[in-house]
């Protein structure tokens, strides 16, 4: 059974493991606890099912896109040169023709800092625009830009999501989320669903 907090079910290798042990598997092990995690969990009824999956490109990348047929991908990264390039060989691998699963855009976190007693000032601490750039080259929308702010953190370690508080935190997560959702609905209204992955080795 996931958890289930604010309306949202979780289900995490996390939750399976004593806390202060590390999870030491190799490819197929890993492959493996993300098809039971579609098998064997009781999801009931969901609006959207977001998978979050390492950066790069990895066994685990292969095993999702030919476990289930997936309606896109959402690049994250964050401004400075080696994230930007880690989100270029994730974005380039799922436009492979023989993956070939919609990019639905690119989320830049820690995009800037933001003081919360100076809600106004910008401080591009791990560079600027990264994520917007890396947008432009592929031609994939900018979905939303996450500022730096210490309440996200405080809100992760309490238990309640900075999304459901006030200021300029809430304000990006909720517009992040209502662009996404608006453009997985494009995507729906204009393209077949996706086919699961079969790839000949």
Known sequence: MPIEQYGV???????????????????????????????????????????DLP??????HLTLVQ????????????????????ANKGLS???QPQINVPILGIIENMAYFTPEELPDNKYYIFGKDGGKNLS????VPLLGEIPLIQGIRESGDSGLPAALKSGAMATAFQELAE????????RNANFTQTKKVELKV
Request: no cysteine; proline share 7%.
């Open 9 to 51: 079910k979780l289900i995490s290798i996390g939750f399976l493991a004593p806390p202060d042990s590390a999870v030491v598997w190799r490819g197929p092990m890993a492959s493996s606890a993300l098809k039971q995690f579609f098998s064997d969990t009781d999801w009931g009824e969901l609006d959207y099912l977001l998978i």
């Open 55 to 60: 950066p790069g490109t990895s066994d685990i």
């Open 67 to 86: 476990t289930v047929p997936v309606t896109g991908a959402v690049i994250v990264t964050t401004p400075q040169k080696v994230a930007i390039a880690d």
């Open 93 to 95: 691998m799922f436009r």
């Open 136 to 139: 432009i080259k592929y031609d």
């Open 179 to 186: 662009t996404l959702a608006r453009h997985i609905a494009i």
